[in-house]
């Protein structure tokens, strides 16, 4: 799958959605608006290859052709693969029998299989993982002792490195406890399309275009601008100065500081 293209359906209150999205490999898409405003099921309905058949009315095409059924109901090879808010595990697995067992099930080519491909496997998704969260991990710890950070940054990077599946939707990375812009740039490497719903800004101007969605229907696509950047490399360099902070509140240091200057580093 080289392309995926959203045809607009209609609002909450059944007027039409000017609607005409193609997204290619290693695109990164933000999806925004107010809490309510319809940007779970504009991912819902990614996720399900709609075809007018959702609430919303819209269709999505790949490669600019409707999916077949198979595709579209099928349970291997799925086109989609969905990172929700909430992460939970409940099997009794370590984090490198849980990362095996994705691979027996995917076995993708080239992509690790059986035997020492799989360990290698294994090893590059805690090292990726690691690098996305403050909180170590490795591949003898049980997956249910997991934060809530470490199992998303576990999750983002499988989905990365060992799933198959071209397009990755992503619900509000924010609340993660991951780096963000860590999470988007491995998945791009990966060549992955990738979807981010999101409130938050410096998120938001990670990606090259970002969706308006208002009353259940996208009302505007904005293309990233050059300034854009410059301010979203300002707030993610603020977000960096935040993660120290964190770190210094877990390993119980003080705060007593100048917190202005602190902060000033990251704009100068």
Do not use: W
């Not at 690691?130 to 002792?145: D, H, I, K, Q, S």
């Not at 992503?170 to 990966?190: F, T």
């Not at 960096?240 to 770190?247: A, I, N, Q, S």
């Amino acid at each position: 799958m080289e392309s995926l293209s959203v045809l607009g359906g209609h609002d909450k209150d059944g007027r039409p959605e000017d609607l005409n999205l193609t997204l290619r490999r290693g695109d990164v898409v933000c999806v925004v608006g107010p809490t309510g405003a319809g940007k779970s099921r504009f991912l819902e309905d990614i996720s399900c290859l709609a075809q007018g058949d959702t609430p919303t009315g819209r269709s999505i095409l790949v490669d600019g052709e409707p999916p077949p059924g198979e595709l579209r109901y099928s349970l291997e090879g799925r086109v989609v693969a969905q990172l929700s808010q909430n992460m939970n595990f409940i099997v009794d697995l370590t984090v490198g029998e849980f990362i095996r067992m994705h691979g027996e099930c995917r076995n993708p080519a080239g992509r690790g299989g059986p035997g020492d491909g799989m360990e290698a496997m294994v090893e590059r998704i805690v090292a990726a993982a690691n690098r996305l969260t403050g909180e170590a991990l490795c591949a003898e710890m049980p997956v249910t002792r997991l934060s809530g950070g470490q199992s998303r940054a576990l999750m983002v990077a499988d989905t990365g490195l060992l799933s198959p599946s071209p397009v990755v939707l992503i619900d509000e990375l924010e609340n993660a406890g991951v780096d963000r812009a860590g999470a988007l740039e491995l998945l791009v490497r990966e060549d992955k399309i990738v979807l981010v719903s999101t409130h938050d800004p410096a998120l938001a101007l990670l990606g090259a275009r970002r969706l308006c969605i208002r009353g259940g229907a996208v009302r505007r696509v904005i293309e990233t601008s050059a300034e854009e950047r410059q301010n979203g490399a300002i707030l993610s360099a603020v977000n960096g100065k935040f993660m120290e902070l964190r770190e210094m509140l877990r390993n119980g240091a003080s705060l007593e500081f100048d917190m202005a200057s602190f902060l000033k580093e990251a704009v100068v």
